[in-house]
């Protein structure tokens, strides 16, 4: 397959419907939780085509699953024994880790490369090294490759999070469910792919109790059924079509908008300027006039760090100052030096970011150094004047689903340039 290195993206403006696909944040822990079954395991609303969602697959193929995919659903079953030691030498992403958790409950070992995805500042696996040595593990590394034995099975256990990891709850889930006896996971980060995790499990067999964001108690089981599953709709894709709109003074219905999980992000646009009318199950989008923004990224129902790029754009957009925190990944703010080249005007201290709006942007050629900060270029170039070269544009298809095919259908000026 053809990797998409450059989109040349003309100013545009977005007029028409877009259906939301299903979350990349979820179907990858969903992948991951195939391995904790030898029985027949279904998603529905499977996002197919993407990249992040492709490398996971194959990583199952490694591992000795067979995986039957078909545009929006994926049957992957079992036929053989299936293997501990992922090898592996293409693209590695953050979910190796969830993969290494999932073979060690099953299994009672595991190794998998370290995990690679988005540079948008530090991201250790610290914690999910803890609680597999809290529920008994051995972890080590070799090399690049890290490693991890129980020597029986995994044993329930108090895990404390310092921080409201994503990815270390999630871990902390898939363990638990084949543990012996009870895991808690204290300061969990309750979210809604997490949730959907959940429920996939418990259809499962897991026996999953969600105490807010206070704990979440697993009590373990000898083993976990087959199920077929629906994965829930993806928050980030319908946000960046939001925001294209309003920078755009598009008019566009947003079709499966996920409401309930966007209620804090719908309430900070609607009152910076952005007009929307809910429908029956979709987003209608009137553009707006954007005015300046000022949030802080935090855990679910926050505005979460994925996120802000695209408030970013928004920012410079407005006419005023806008500011932006982010404490989890201050790092993140490397896509603000790309679009200082297409003329925006900002400055950081500290965690914060100042965004200076008001000046028009300006088609220039600028990098995507993360699968966020691609889309939220993407959407610049949109309101940009002249043409927007992106280099790395294949980041922006690891979280989205045929995303240049549904830019094109809402009118979007956009060619691609392949390897």
């Known amino acids: 397959m053809k990797q998409i290195i450059k989109y040349l993206i003309q100013p545009s403006k977005l007029i028409g419907s877009v259906n939301v696909d299903g979350a990349k944040n979820s179907v990858l822990k969903l992948l991951a939780a195939s391995l904790l079954t030898n029985e027949k395991f279904e998603i529905a609303n499977y996002p197919s085509a993407l990249l992040d969602a492709q490398a996971s697959v194959g990583m199952l193929r490694s591992l000795g699953k067979e995986c039957l995919e078909e545009p929006d659903k994926i049957t992957i079953t079992e036929t053989s024994k299936i293997q501990s030691r992922l090898i592996w030498e293409e693209r590695s992403i953050r979910t190796t880790l969830l993969v290494l958790g999932a073979l060690v409950a099953r299994t009672g070992e595991g190794a ?27 972890v080590w590394r070799e090399g690049d490759v890290l490693c991890a034995r129980a020597k029986e099975r995994l044993k329930g256990a108090d895990i404390h999070l310092p921080i409201r990891s994503t990815g270390a709850t999630e871990n902390g889930i898939l363990c638990g469910s084949l543990a012996e006896g009870i895991t808690s996971i204290w300061n969990p980060h309750i979210r809604p792919e997490i949730l959907d995790l959940i429920s996939c499990l418990r259809n499962m067999g897991a026996k999953i109790k969600v ?76 553009g707006g006039k954007c005015y300046p923004i000022d949030i802080a990224t935090g855990p679910y129902p926050g505005i979460n760090s994925d996120m802000q790029p695209l408030f970013a754009i928004y920012g410079f957009c407005a006419k005023g100052e806008s500011r932006i925190i982010d404490l989890r990944f201050p790092g993140r703010y490397n896509y603000a030096s790309e679009i200082e080249k297409m003329g925006g005007k900002f400055k950081v201290e500290g965690d914060l970011l100042y965004i200076y709006g008001g000046s028009p942007l300006y088609g220039a050629q600028v990098k995507a150094t993360d699968l966020r900060a691609g889309a939220a270029l993407a959407v610049a170039g949109l309101a940009a004047q002249g043409e927007t070269v992106i280099e790395d544009a294949w980041q922006i298809g690891r979280g989205y689903n045929r995303f240049e095919e549904k830019l094109l259908y809402l009118g979007g000026s956009l060619k691609t340039i392949s390897d």
Not at 115 to 130: T, V
Not at 247 to 272: A, C, W, Y
């Open 112 to 138: 998998v490369p370290l995990p690679g995805g988005c540079e948008i500042g530090e991201r250790n696996y610290d914690l999910h090294e803890m609680t597999l040595r809290k529920m008994g593990a051995d």
């Open 211 to 286: 105490y807010g964001q206070e704990h979440i108690e697993v009590e373990g089981v000898e083993g976990l059924t087959g199920t077929q599953h629906t994965v829930i709709g993806d928050n980030m894709e319908a946000i960046t079509w939001l925001v294209a709109s309003v920078v755009t003074n598009g008019d566009i219905e947003i079709v499966n908008f996920p409401f309930d999980h966007l209620e804090v992000p719908l309430v900070h646009l609607r009152e910076s300027g952005a007009k929307f009318f809910r429908g029956d199950n979709s987003l209608i989008v009137r």
